[in-house]
């Protein structure tokens, strides 16, 4: 009896992209950037516990400009995951969803996690 050969899985040239596709991927990549994230705020709040010298060492990479940059992405990051945990919830639970609505949901995590990471650095750092 002939062997025949196993069927390939499909790759990435069959897909067509796709704006849920790309929060899908966005959402595991933030996932992880927020344990980085997490890390600098383990290492900010560890300087606060040594000392007054150690926290101005900690306080002044972060208050550079890279050090902002760096802060306003991992905000973001949190914001973003945090929406796309409740997209995927909502994904979840709503049964018979209407064709464009899915994607309607990962449009609004993208805008709406800009709009309130832009909210809460206007409200918290640069108002303040």
Do not use: C, K
């Not at 344990?35 to 002044?60: E, K, S």
């Not at 949190?78 to 796309?84: A, F, I, N, T, Y």
């Amino acid at each position: 009896m002939p062997v025949r050969p196993r069927p390939l899985s499909p790759h990435l040239q069959i897909y067509r992209w796709t704006i849920t596709m790309s929060m899908s991927i966005v959402h595991r990549a933030t996932g992880i950037a927020n344990y980085v994230g997490t890390a600098f705020l383990v290492i900010w709040l560890g300087a606060a516990a040594w000392g007054q010298g150690p926290l101005d060492v900690v306080n002044l990479v972060y208050g550079s400009w890279f050090g902002q940059l760096v802060l306003f992405l991992y905000t973001w990051s949190l914001v973003h995951h945090m929406l796309g945990g409740i997209r995927h919830f909502i994904w979840d639970f709503i049964q018979g969803m209407e064709p464009g609505q899915r994607e309607m949901l990962a449009w609004a995590n993208l805008v709406l996690s800009v709009v309130l990471t832009l909210a809460i650095w206007t409200i918290f750092v640069w108002v303040a």
